[in-house]
Nanobody, 124 residues
Framework: VQLVESGGGLVQPGGSLRLSCAASGRTFRDYVVGWFRQTPGNEREFVAA????????TSADFVKGRFTVSRDNVANTVYLQMNSLKPEDTAVYYCAAGRAKLSETSNPKAYNYWGQGTLVTVSS
């Protein structure tokens, strides 16, 4: 599975961005797809995920009410809609795919495939 993120960029605080994660090689339907982010010197941090069978989603507490993950299985793409962005959301955002169990959804080690990352900068 090859994953390619897009949609990052510079946005002012309070603004919005939509990240896309396009997959090739195999259908997303078979995988849990997660979004993680990372800042220099820190480990990758779980943001949100879309589970494979039900399409149910889960997200970290710090993004609830602001970020929404969705998937389009026909387009083989998963999206992360980010609203009300804050400067502390600045990071490189990665999408990942794997067969993570429900209890492993937020663990980056449970994902086998990773995109190259896209930089999101929230600044005035």
């Amino acid at each position: 599975v090859q994953l390619v993120e897009s949609g990052g960029g510079l946005v002012q605080p309070g603004g919005s961005l939509r990240l896309s994660c396009a997959a090739s090689g195999r259908t997303f339907r078979d995988y849990v797809v997660g979004w993680f982010r990372q800042t220099p010197g820190n480990e990758r941090e779980f943001v949100a995920a879309s589970r494979r069978n039900t399409g149910s989603t889960t997200s970290a507490d710090f993004v609830k009410g602001r970020f929404t993950v969705s998937r389009d299985n026909v387009a083989n793409t998963v999206y992360l809609q980010m609203n009300s962005l804050k400067p502390e959301d600045t990071a490189v955002y990665y999408c990942a795919a794997g067969r993570a169990k429900l209890s492993e959804t937020s663990n980056p080690k449970a994902y086998n495939y990773w995109g190259q990352g896209t930089l999101v900068t929230v600044s005035s």
